[in-house]
Nanobody, 127 residues
Framework: VQLVESGGGMVQPGGSLRLSCAASGFTFYNYNMIWVRQAPGKGPEWVSAIKAGGISTYYTDSVKGRFTISRDNAKNTLYLQMNSLKPEDTALYYC?????????????????????WGQGTQVTVSS
């Protein structure tokens, strides 16, 4: 299993970024996927999750209305479109694969039970 994130960078408040996560080594379309971020000195915070088929999504409250998760199962790629970025969005963002044992309806209660994750891509929001 390999997950490789890209698309991070430095942006001013109010700006936008689109993160990508290229997946390989497993049957991507079978798995629910999640974006997680970790700011310096803080623990991981789940950001958004998407069901295997791509129809259903979850968002943590702080990003609702600003971030959009999507996936292209034909390209084995996960995305996170981030708009109206704020300084508090600054973090290392990584994508992760949730195990089949965590059912979709349980994800908000069990968001950190992923078993594979990438190396992350840094997002810095600063003026």
């Amino acid at each position: 299993v390999q997950l490789v994130e890209s698309g991070g960078g430095m942006v001013q408040p109010g700006g936008s970024l689109r993160l990508s996560c290229a997946a390989s080594g497993f049957t991507f379309y079978n798995y629910n996927m999640i974006w997680v971020r970790q700011a310096p000195g803080k623990g991981p915070e789940w950001v958004s999750a998407i069901k295997a088929g791509g129809i259903s999504t979850y968002y943590t409250d702080s990003v609702k209305g600003r971030f959009t998760i999507s996936r292209d199962n034909a390209k084995n790629t996960l995305y996170l479109q981030m708009n109206s970025l704020k300084p508090e969005d600054t973090a290392l963002y990584y994508c992760a694969r949730l195990p089949l044992s965590v059912h979709w309806s349980d994800i908000p209660l069990r968001p950190y039970e992923y078993n594979y994750w990438g190396q992350g891509t840094q997002v810095t929001v600063s003026s």
